[in-house]
């Protein structure tokens, strides 16, 4: 019995040190064969645009970044000389667990949070709606150039229109995606952001947009997104509501 409690406080202890505190994150990084010294930049994006968060070099084929976050929110890792950034969710009280490619910086693997995992399993299953119209477009892209290049306007006008059907297609399947997984998803805070993208949209219907915000968890309402979806409700209801104006006044 007691080797039994010895275990199960060992355990407890690994699961507190594997997170950050209320109010901090944590982000342990890999980077196998990147070079010491090379930098590492934490980078997230507000309306006057990207603002350097931390800074850090990588050691031996690893990083950490640890400070303080008050809620969820996009960010990115940019390893010095990649030709792109990682996305991923950072939020407090998680570890964020990043593995970088450096032979292939879409490979690279963010992990570690509920909010993380979901989102990499989202941008997969849209990938794979959207690999339709990214096969059309390898497949036809030298036949419309060379159509282009012989004043073809015959070629030119087919493979328009079929890529248009295509694009259609994939675009209603697109925002079926998004539509649905906010409805099921009330504890995401990509659902919030789908929401926010979705009321850019004049199609949008407004009342179903009301209705599953509603639904979200409290704590996703409450992020910035949310209190901007909420704020964008709140026009869009008023302006459906609000009274003709009186002798066509302009």
Known sequence: MKKIIVLLSA?????????AGKGEYVISGTAKGVENGKTIILETQDETGLIAKDTVKVENGKFEMTGKIDEPAFYTIKLEGAP???????????EVTIEINKDSIQKSKVSGTYNNDEYVKFTEELATIQKKLVDFQTKNTPAMQAAQQNKDTAVITKLMQEFGKIQQEVGEASKAKYQTYAESHP????????????????????????????ALEEKIQNTKP??????ALAKLKSATTAPPAIGGAK
Do not use: R
């Open 226 to 231: 949310g209190k901007a979806v909420k704020e």
């Open 11 to 19: 355990a407890v202890v690994l699961i507190a040190c594997s997170k």
């Open 84 to 94: 792109a950034p990682i996305p991923f969710i950072l939020e407090d009280g998680e």
């Open 187 to 214: 504890k995401s805070f990509i659902s919030v952001l789908i929401l926010q993208g979705m009321l850019n949209d004049p199609t949008t219907d407004v009342k179903k947009a009301e209705a599953t915000f509603n």
